[in-house]
Nanobody
Framework: QVQLVESGGGSVQPGGSLRLSCAAS????????IGWFRQAPGKEREGVSC????????DYADSVKGRFTISRDNVEKMVYLQMDNLKPEDTAVYYC??????????????????????WGQGTQVTVSS
């Protein structure tokens, strides 16, 4: 049974950094990919980044490219999202998600949220001065 638990959210000033963590239990197949999504008040949930099981392939939303870095540790069963140079528009609840894929060598963060099977409870990130 897949379970995802996020942590690491908080409040920071613009330009600051946070690292989100996702504890991913029950994922021991190379056919799972992990993604990070976010949802701001009054907005739809949007994809932020994803990573393949091997960690060799990643994808990022244009709005976070160059500022966010996704990584994973399959031994510790953890996925991380390092967020640097945070902006007020990054304020949202951040969710970790997982899905099975027939193409384990690639991932796309443009895959709609409805196609991701497993979700964590979310962690709040607030960026303000």
């Amino acid at each position: 049974q897949v379970q995802l638990v996020e942590s690491g959210g908080g409040s920071v000033q613009p330009g600051g950094s946070l690292r989100l963590s996702c504890a991913a239990s029950g994922i021991d197949s190379g056919y799972y990919i992990i993604g990070w999504f976010r949802q701001a008040p009054g907005k739809e949930r949007e994809g932020v980044s994803c990573i393949t099981y091997s960690g060799r392939r990643t994808d990022y939303a244009d709005s976070v490219k160059g500022r966010f870095t996704i990584s994973r540790d399959n031994v510790e069963k953890m996925v991380y999202l390092q967020m640097d140079n945070l902006k007020p528009e990054d304020t949202a609840v951040y969710y970790c998600a997982a899905r099975l894929t027939p193409n384990p060598g690639t991932c796309s963060i443009s895959t709609t949220p409805g196609r991701w099977s497993y979700w964590g409870q979310g962690t709040q990130v607030t960026v303000s001065s």
